[in-house]
T-cell receptor, first 111, second 114 residues
Framework: KNEVEQSPQNLTAQEGEFITINCSYSVGISALHWLQQHPGGGIVSLFM???GKKKHGRLIATINIQEKHSSLHITASHPRDSAVYIC?????????????FGTGTLLAVQP | NAGVTQTPKFQVLKTGQSMTLQCAQDMNHEYMSWYRQDPGMGLRLIHY???????DQGEVPNGYNVSRSTTEDFPLRLLSAAPSQTSVYFC?????????????FGPGTRLTVL
């Protein structure tokens, strides 16, 4: 079993829909990261959070430390949001700053 | 700032050849790391460095060497390429060595070993 699990693995949405991507983890963490990777492209950090909620434009990330769960929400989705969204955690028990990555959620937003 | 740069973007090698993937950052970050990304798997840590002169192994270090002679540069060397090393390689850096730092990734190097 992976220490970081994302769901769904694939998601297709219509433009304008509200989207939720989930991340569950089984280890103690110091921080959780949401990353975005466009097809054939590099990886960009969207959020880093250790508690509560963060918002940036149409993106919202939440984390529940007790339940070991985080969600990434996209409001008013747009075709340019089509990408792979990756959850990663800083594992408390490991060496400093080592990340454990989920396998990603492939999002396609259709016009 | 250029951020994190990687060269080359694409490379094809024959089994047994050696090569170096270059990575540089201009943000004065202490922590640098190399990951490989394979289909159906999360990124996996190959090697990392917490500062000039200090390197350590990650999850999948076999077949790779690194060095960190300066804060800016962190090259990854493939000693004798194997088809199992066909992958996309990403270099990343963070400002400090604590867990709670934004990750900055390079654009990646797509390597094919024939």
């Amino acid at each position: 079993k992976n220490e970081v699990e994302q769901s769904p693995q694939n998601l297709t949405a219509q433009e304008g829909e509200f989207i939720t991507i989930n991340c569950s983890y089984s280890v103690g963490i110091s921080a959780l990261h949401w990353l975005q990777q466009h097809p054939g492209g590099g990886i960009v950090s969207l959020f880093m959070l250790s508690s509560g909620k963060k918002k940036h434009g149409r993106l919202i990330a939440t984390i529940n430390i007790q339940e070991k769960h985080s969600s990434l929400h996209i409001t008013a989705s747009h075709p340019r949001d089509s990408a792979v969204y990756i959850c990663a955690v800083n594992y408390l028990g490991g060496a400093t700053n080592k990340l454990i990555f989920g396998t990603g959620t492939l999002l396609a937003v259709q016009p | 700032n250029a951020g994190v740069t990687q060269t080359p973007k694409f490379q094809v090698l024959k089994t047994g050849q050696s090569m170096t993937l270059q990575c540089a950052q201009d943000m004065n970050h202490e922590y640098m790391s190399w990951y490989r990304q394979d289909p159906g798997m999360g990124l996996r840590l190959i090697h990392y460095s917490v500062g000039a002169g200090i390197t350590d192994q990650g999850e999948v270090p076999n077949g790779y060497n690194v060095s960190r002679s300066t804060t800016e540069d962190f090259p990854l060397r493939l000693l004798s390429a194997a088809p199992s090393q066909t992958s996309v390689y990403f270099c990343a850096s963070t400002r400090g060595t604590s867990g709670a730092d934004t990750q900055y990734f390079g654009p990646g190097t797509r390597l094919t070993v024939l």
